[in-house]
């Protein structure tokens, strides 16, 4: 069965700092990772999806990497700002196998505040 | 385009009422999703659609019924709430399993 796991459950960095979130998964076999953000009281909006074949995406500050054979996933934020201040959930989707659903299965989701 | 809507925002029930969740979603997506988030836990799927018409089981789906009636709609339902079932609820759709865009949530507590 597909866990993903993401340490730590809480980040808190100065202004300006770089940082890297982690996301990691027990099976290898996946369709594709996503990354995204929730802040508090909202839904969750979509920040990067990486495919199975892909390595990383980037948008903007945001970079996303993927090892499938190591099971991690890692989310690099450039220069962090104070709204950048939210959670992060990553989220697996296996492969169709018996059909094309769009399953997720997500991390329990770090939450990050950025101080001024 | 509102995305993903789901009514009512904030509902309290006590033991035993039953109540149903909107998730309307205007973007002709054909995929639909039920999730609960728990703190600590996550978003665990409930139930799914693949069109209109269709339903399915996800990982935690007892308790709980859907319909989907038409393809813009997909209702959750609870027949007889329970404390257990006290959570924040959110929608998703997706045009056909990429990616998917949520809406605001239901804050659901069962007294």
Known sequence: KQEVTQIPAALSVPEGENLVLNCSFTDSAIYNLQWFRQDPGKGLTSLLLIQSSQREQTSGRLNASLDKSSGRSTLYIAASQPGDSA???CAVRPPNGSGNT????FGQGTTLQVKP | N???TQTPKFRVLKTGQSMTLL???????EYMYWYR????MGLRLIHYSVGEGTTAKGEVPDGYNVSR???QNFLLGLESAAPSQTSVYFCASSY?????YFGPGTRLTVL
């Open chain 2, 2 to 4: 509102a995305g993903v």
């Open chain 2, 37 to 40: 988030q728990d703190p600590g």
């Open chain 2, 96 to 100: 056909y399993g990429d990616t998917q």
């Open chain 2, 69 to 71: 009636l038409k393809k």
């Open chain 1, 102 to 105: 769009g399953k997720l299965i």
């Open chain 2, 23 to 29: 998730c309307a979603q205007d973007m002709n997506h």
């Open chain 1, 87 to 89: 959670t992060y959930l």
